[in-house]
């Protein structure tokens, strides 16, 4: 009897299994079609259901008209693909996030530029190459030069200036890089801080910086998803800066004083801007050390200008919010205006580029501040900023500004 039951349950079984296969089939179909259709129902509810919000940026492609030429290149079957792709939505979302959370739980990254490694760090391959040796060399004395150059010239027109060399996730904490590598015998950053010792210009090397806090305290630099650096080694070089202009300039600016550290579970920011890329189901929580400033009464908040990449956001984040930054503009990789005002920023316009604005942030300015990232030296954003302060300066010999 018993054996009845069992081959009875046996054959229902089987008989619902192909069921349920069909209907798990059938919604990975059919809910990105429906996602598709949402788009053409002008109501608020299909419409959110229809709204994918993965991080990273995917370039809008220009429209492609169908013709011969394009259908047999396949270029227009291609921008279809495309265009079906993001119509699908939130449900084509979903998808994506549960098997890049499946990897991530495997130690696998989906993203060909973040790498996992050990307690889960994550790293950029750019910055793992820089450390590793298997980085672009660079030119240490053309880029040198070039530096004192800006740093002569902003000067001379009565500024103060300072030079971040901004550090690298990967040299900082190489001890969890997934597969250890022997570093670079000389990096680029060995290299330029060789060469600029030839001039008289302050340097904030941000990689030594950030080396001592990490050695006096528990909480890490650089938080794990992150790769940027934190509340903690951003104000090391933001105390210093402070105290490199306030040497330089008639007034001395505000100090800033890290009161406390504070350890959070919600990350804020860039706090975990690496693991947002990889577009898991979940975020990771975990503390999050967040500094607590006071600033001093005495002095008064200096006007910036700013030419570096995304580590400065930081640094002028916690000097905006603090009281500690007057009006300052901060060209980003020298491409993009952002204005300071007010402890609010906004984006200028894309008429003001840098280098038509230059004229009005450079001159408003009392001090210069020039960044660039160890593992990254090479950026041209340093380039084109001596180009636009010559043509503004009118101090242009041969397309760049004289020697020091």
């Known amino acids: 009897?018993?054996?009845?039951?069992?081959?009875?349950?046996?054959?229902?079984?089987?008989?619902?299994?192909?069921?349920?296969?069909?209907?798990?089939?059938?919604?990975?179909?059919?809910?990105?079609?429906?996602?598709?259709?949402?788009?053409?129902?002008?109501?608020?509810?299909?419409?959110?259901?229809?709204?994918?919000?993965?991080?990273?940026v995917t370039p809008e492609r220009p429209p492609i008209e169908p013709s011969l030429t394009t259908v047999r290149s396949g270029i227009w079957q291609t921008a279809v693909i495309d265009t079906l792709?993001?119509?699908?939505?939130?449900?084509?979302?979903?998808?994506?996030?549960?098997?890049?959370?499946?990897?991530?739980?495997?130690?696998?990254?989906?993203?060909?530029?973040?790498?996992?490694?050990?307690?889960?760090?994550?790293?950029?391959?750019?910055?793992?190459?820089?450390?590793?040796?298997?980085?672009?060399?660079?030119?240490?004395?053309?880029?040198?030069?070039?530096?004192?150059?800006?740093?002569?010239?902003?000067?001379?027109?009565?500024?103060?200036?300072?030079?971040?060399?901004?550090?690298?996730?990967?040299?900082?904490?190489?001890?969890?890089?997934?597969?250890?590598?022997?570093?670079?015998?000389?990096?680029?950053?060995?290299?330029?801080?060789?060469?600029?010792?030839?001039?008289?210009?302050?340097?904030?090397?941000?990689?030594?910086?950030?080396?001592?806090?990490?050695?006096?305290?528990?909480?890490?630099?650089?938080?794990?998803?992150?790769?940027?650096?934190?509340?903690?080694?951003?104000?090391?070089?933001?105390?210093?800066?402070?105290?490199?202009?306030?040497?330089?300039?008639?007034?001395?600016?505000?100090?800033?004083?890290?009161?406390?550290?504070?350890?959070?579970?919600?990350?804020v920011h860039d706090d975990n801007d690496l693991v947002l890329l990889l577009n898991l189901p979940n975020t990771p929580v975990y503390p999050w050390p967040h500094g607590r400033f006071i600033v001093s009464a005495k002095g008064t908040p200096p006007r910036l200008l700013v030419v570096g990449t995304s580590f400065m956001w930081r640094f002028l984040r916690i000097l905006s919010l603090n009281g500690a930054l007057a009006d300052s503009t901060f060209y980003y990789y020298f491409s993009r205006t952002f204005e300071y005002h007010d402890d609010s920023l906004t984006e200028a316009g894309k008429a003001r580029q840098p280098a038509s604005d230059l004229s009005k942030g450079f001159l408003s300015a009392d001090a210069v501040v020039l960044e660039a990232n160890e593992a990254v030296l090479s950026s041209s954003h340093i380039e084109a900023f001596e180009n636009a302060l010559a043509a503004l300066t009118s101090e242009s010999s041969k397309g760049r500004l004289p020697d020091p």
């Open 1 to 56: 009897m018993n054996w009845l039951v069992y081959f009875g349950a046996e054959r229902r079984l089987k008989s619902i299994v192909p069921h349920w296969f069909l209907i798990a089939v059938a919604l990975l179909v059919l809910a990105p079609a429906a996602a598709m259709m949402a788009r053409a129902i002008p109501l608020k509810g299909p419409q959110r259901f229809s709204i994918a919000k993965l991080a990273g």
């Open 85 to 267: 792709i993001r119509l699908m939505g939130q449900p084509r979302e979903t998808y994506i996030r549960l098997n890049n959370g499946i990897a991530y739980a495997l130690g696998r990254s989906t993203v060909p530029s973040i790498i996992i490694g050990r307690d889960r760090m994550l790293y950029e391959t750019a910055y793992v190459d820089d450390w590793c040796g298997r980085g672009t060399p660079i030119d240490a004395e053309v880029q040198a030069a070039r530096i004192a150059r800006i740093a002569a010239a902003v000067r001379r027109a009565g500024k103060g200036f300072a030079f971040v060399i901004s550090p690298s996730k990967a040299a900082l904490y190489p001890e969890n890089l997934p597969e250890p590598c022997a570093p670079a015998a000389t990096r680029n950053y060995d290299r330029l801080r060789a060469a600029l010792t030839n001039y008289d210009l302050p340097v904030i090397d941000g990689h030594m910086l950030a080396l001592a806090v990490k050695a006096s305290q528990e909480h890490p630099v650089f938080n794990r998803d992150g790769t940027h650096w934190n509340d903690l080694g951003a104000y090391a070089a933001i105390r210093e800066a402070l105290a490199v202009l306030g040497e330089q300039l008639d007034v001395p600016p505000r100090q800033l004083t890290l009161s406390r550290v504070d350890a959070d579970r919600l990350p």
